[in-house]
């Protein structure tokens, strides 16, 4: 009975640890709940055993029996501990393991993080400390070790020590890629400076571009457009003021900053072009269909026509086949409206436009239906 209980209890221990790993770093497979009532049956056996281990030597001796009985309560309960662990036995020597290393892991990531903080005071890295992708390194890495120092159990260290890890080769590439930085900087300061030169270039085709709308077409074509060479004229100011913000932090060894405002040169310039764009597309257009108007419309009729027949031939006319009929009557409308000296020839193109985008709109549909069946 003592040799049943104690390899019970050698066992129930080894599960045990396993099970408090497990729940540690992978809690989703709800070990713990399955485990509770095996424990719960070694307990009992033990406590039978103690009853009988700890009789008093003045009193009787138990029956042979009881010893027997406690006996085989001992060794059923080995069997389901037994079972228990064979069935998760992989996971829960893995687990085991982890717990193992987790220590050795903490140790390894917190030395390689100090040896790259250290990396910053050699002197020809110090010029790279106010850089603010190293300096954001930098910190990330002094963060993620405190959460490991505070860290506790298995999961929670073995996660921080990852953080750290990943935080420590970061601070490694901000570092390597420093070095690079000014060049990139004076490079890219260069280019938008080039770029910039291009957009004041075709912004300055906006003004005649927008006359022209206004000589030879409705002034409803391009009341929208009113304000545009304004706000392109806004947006290049802004851009040249970011851009010399831009060679000035450049000058001052002040990389990263100088690409930062690049990147906001980029953004307005992309902004002003789009402006001037609108307006140099829209004359471009609008001349298009006044030189050709039929080919605007055929275009939407070829289309509704395939509309059509894809509804025949999908069995789908009894439902979209009105719906698409429908569509004549808006392509006529748009037609019958282009009269006068100077038709609306941006009205009629996008009321053509809208039909085509609705009928783009049924065919996808029409085409879910039939792939969904």
């Not at 000058?251 to 953004?267: G, S």
Request: hydrophobic share 45%; proline share 3%; net charge negative.
């Amino acid at each position: 009975m003592v040799a049943a209980f104690l390899d019970m209890d050698r066992r129930q221990s080894v599960a045990e640890a396993g099970v408090a790993e497990s729940h540690e770093i992978a809690p989703e497979r709800n070990l713990l709940r399955q485990w509770e009532p095996i424990r719960q049956t070694c307990y009992r056996a033990a406590e039978g055993y103690l009853q009988l281990a700890h009789t008093d030597p003045d009193q009787a001796l138990a029956p042979a029996a009881a010893y027997d009985q406690v006996t085989r309560q001992i060794s059923d309960a080995t069997r389901i501990l037994d079972e228990f662990y064979e069935n998760n036995r992989g996971h829960l020597e893995h687990a085991t393991a982890l717990a193992q290393t987790a220590p050795q892991l903490a140790h390894r990531v917190r030395a390689d993080a100090q040896v790259a903080l250290e990396a910053l005071q050699a002197p020809e890295r110090m010029s790279f400390a106010h850089y603010p992708s190293v300096r954001t390194a930098a910190d990330q890495v002094g963060a993620v070790l405190r959460t490991l120092d505070s860290a506790r159990g298995t999961g929670a260290v073995r996660s921080a020590a990852h953080q750290v890890e990943e935080a420590t080769k970061a601070l490694r590439q901000a570092l390597s890629e420093a070095p690079g930085r000014q060049a990139e900087a004076r490079n890219t300061v260069a280019s938008v400076t080039t770029r910039s030169s291009a957009v004041r270039t075709r912004a300055s085709g906006l003004p005649p571009a927008y006359s022209a709308l206004l000589r030879e077409f409705n002034a409803a074509s391009s009341a929208d457009l009113s304000g545009n060479e304004q706000q392109a004229h806004a947006l290049l100011e802004r851009a040249e003021a970011r851009l010399d913000e831009a060679r000035r932090a450049a000058a001052d060894a002040r990389p990263e900053l100088a690409l930062d405002l690049a990147t906001e040169v980029r953004a307005e310039l992309a902004a002003a072009e789009d402006l001037v764009d609108a307006v140099t597309d829209r004359l471009a257009t609008l001349r298009a269909v006044r030189e050709n108007p039929r080919a605007k419309v055929d275009e939407v009729r070829f289309r509704l026509r395939d509309a059509q027949l894809l509804a025949v031939q999908r069995d789908l006319a009894a439902e979209w086949g009105s719906v698409l009929d429908a569509q004549l009557d808006r392509i006529d409308r748009a037609v019958d409206a282009l009269t006068g000296v100077h038709p609306d020839y941006w009205a009629y193109v996008r009321d053509l436009d809208a039909v085509s985008d609705f009928i783009a709109g049924v065919v996808e549909r029409m085409r879910g239906r039939t792939d969904r069946t």
